[in-house]
């Protein structure tokens, strides 16, 4: 997600009854914004002798449910069916209502009639009836009931039906697990682009942009003008795209990009705009392997979604146009991040209870910078086959930091609880007073590092600094050390006389060094 602004999919041992699809049909009227809606859900029946399945449904009216007792609160449905049987069950859940949220039926800039659905982070509620939250994933179908002269995108593949040689849509259908805030629909009058697809074995990945009229000239090219090239880069980077299709959809989204599972929104004003540029399809594409298809088993872990997609931006800019754009990026990256408000907060900010505020620069901006940074800890080898084997252990499920953790130490044989502990669960950063001197009779410098950041920011180890040594004829050195606690003394010998002397020249790490002689 741009601003503008799971655990393992549930089995048989779940301890309570939890679903594992939906089928949703919705009703969408010509006027106002009451939909009528039948909701078929698929659960299995859990280990606990509690019987009740629980369903957040918030502002909704319940019709009936087929074959069960329910009671609804305005916010909880509650559902004991009269059978159970072995294995999977469904559930018929007939409702209406004008939803509050979640479904945005209205207007679009040209003053067309639009429906929308925009679900992040705990939306969905108000307009479907689901278990909410991001450990939470499942299947999902959507079939949509509107005026002909729509044309409706949802996640997942279309399904078609055939009679007597004609052809209709059926409905959408995700075969994959997503989490509930990615299950969405857009219908309206669209202009559909179809762009180059990719391979994934023998299977063929179609790419589409989705715009109203007036923008599908801007969009085709100039944001989405290489979005087959974007998905080529993450597929050699990290693994196979993990959905049927990748829809580009231009929406009433509240967020700059709303990566939602194969069919990815975006605001509707940088289009009118004429603004919109590719970082933001970069960064929304990358969310379809961290944050979809591996989501973050609890908001507090958010880094895993959105600092992930913020490094893949530029990385997949570096694999496209040079890595000066990774480079330039990240610095970015750091200053934005430096100039916060959160540096105060660490980036698993469990104190933290409204998921909005949790969108700030420590998921994004410093989130990044601990990929990048653990890639300089570990090295590109070994970095790229732990997120190789990170995507392929937790696609289509759930995931901690301390999973990431876990196979990254498996990949680099290395120990990196102190890394992960210092860059996910201290604030700040380390700010680095280093000052140096030179003996020209032993040949060498010595350098002293104090970390002057905050006590309640703690103190960093960092094992790999490099320090760059200039000449008075500009010849140059290069030395690394390994800094640790408030303060480190090192002494190295020098070839040449010093003139100047950098820490970190090449900004590898987060940190604000200043140097003195």
């Known amino acids: 997600m741009m601003l503008l602004l799971l655990a393992v999919a549930v089995t048989a041992q779940s301890p309570r009854p939890r679903p594992m699809g939906y089928e949703f049909t919705i009703a969408l009227p010509d006027t106002g914004t009451i939909i009528h809606a039948r909701a078929a859900i698929h659960y299995r029946r859990g280990r606990s002798s509690d019987d009740t399945l629980r369903l957040d449904l918030v502002g909704m009216t319940v019709d009936s449910v087929r074959e069960a007792w329910f009671a609804h609160d305005g916010r909880v449905l509650r559902v004991v069916p009269n059978h159970w049987f072995t294995g999977e069950n469904t559930l018929l859940i007939d409702y209406h209502g004008a939803p509050q949220d979640g479904l945005l039926i209205g207007q679009d800039p040209h003053g ?31 079939t949509v009931v509107a005026p002909p002269s729509w044309k409706y995108v949802a996640n997942g593949t279309p399904v078609y039906g055939v009679n007597g040689g004609s052809k209709w849509l059926i409905g959408w259908d995700e075969a994959h697990p997503i989490p509930t805030y990615t299950m969405v629909l857009a219908a309206g009058d669209f202009a559909v682009s179809v762009h180059g697809s990719v391979r994934d074995g023998n299977r063929l990945i179609p790419i589409q942009v989705w715009t109203y009229p007036e923008d599908s000239a801007y969009a085709d090219s100039v944001p989405f003008r290489r979005a087959t090239e ?41 289009y009118l705009e004429r603004r919109m540029g590719e970082g933001v399809v970069r960064h ?24 992930f997609a913020s490094y893949f931006d530029w990385v997949i800019g570096a694999a496209l146009d040079g890595d000066s754009v990774l480079e330039h990026g990240m610095r970015a990256n750091a ?40 890639r300089g800890q570990v090295g590109d080898s070994a970095f790229w086959r732990g997120i190789r084997e990170y995507y392929g252990t937790y696609r289509d499920s759930t995931a901690l930091s301390g999973d990431l953790e876990r196979i990254m130490e498996q990949a680099s044989g290395q120990t990196l609880d102190w890394f992960f502990r210092q860059w996910l669960y201290q604030p700040g950063y380390p700010k680095l007073d280093c000052r140096w001197a030179y003996d020209g009779a032993s040949h060498r410098v010595a350098l002293t590092v104090s970390q002057t950041q905050p006590a309640d920011w703690g103190v960093f180890r960092l094992p790999q600094v490099a320090v760059e040594i200039r000449g008075e004829g500009g010849a140059t050195l290069r030395r690394t050390i390994a800094v640790a606690g408030r303060e480190t003394h090192v002494t190295f010998g020098v070839s040449v006389a010093p003139a100047d002397l950098r820490v970190d020249p090449d900004g590898r790490l987060l940190a604000q060094p200043s140097v003195r002689r």
């Open 230 to 270: 974007i998905v080529g880069a993450m597929q050699r980077l990290v693994g196979p795209f993990p959905y049927e299709k990748l829809a580009h959809v231009e929406s009433a989204t509240k967020f700059g990009g709303m990566e939602n599972a194969s069919a990815i929104f975006y605001a509707d004003r940088p």
């Open 112 to 142: 067309r009639r639009v429906a929308f659905a925009d679900n992040w982070p705990e939306r969905a509620r108000y307009w479907l009836p689901v278990v909410d939250a991001p450990s939470e994933k499942a299947r999902v179908r959507f």
């Open 335 to 374: 200053e934005s991040y430096f100039r916060s408000s959160v540096v105060d907060r660490p980036i698993v900010d469990t104190a933290e209870h409204d998921v909005l505020k949790l969108l700030n620069a420590n998921n994004y901006q410093k989130g990044s910078w601990v990929l990048h940074m653990l």
């Open 284 to 307: 929304e594409t990358a969310h379809q392997w961290f944050g979809d298809a591996v989501t973050e088993r609890d908001w507090h872990h958010l880094w895993l979604s959105e600092g």
